[in-house]
C-alpha cells in the first residue's frame, strides 16, 4: 500500500511505472498530482493490486540496456584529405583587354 507522502516524493517516471502495474489508463496524460491521486483511487478499490506494484518496479529498474555508440559518418572524404592550403581560394587575375583608338576614315 502507498501512502501519498510516498508517491508524492517520486518522480514523474516512476509513477508511471507504478500505475502502469496497477492498471491505470491514459497514464501519459496525467499530471504528477493527478497520477498520485489515481494510482490512490485504484488502491483504496482494489488493494490486492496496489501490493503487487510494490514488487513490480523493482525488476524493471534493473533491466536496463544501454545502445551501442553510433559511429560518425563522413559524407564527403575528399573534404578531409585535402591539405589545408587547398581550401584558399586562388586569385586569378583577369586578362586585361586594351581599346585601340579607331579614327573614322573620310574620303
Known sequence: MFEISELKAKTLAELQVVAKSIGVAKISQLK???????ILDTQAADPSKAAKALVAPKKEESIKIEKPKRKRVIKNPQAIARPVDAEKPEIIEEPTVEIAKVEPICN
Open 32 to 38: 504528477k498530482l493527478d497520477l498520485v491521486y489515481q
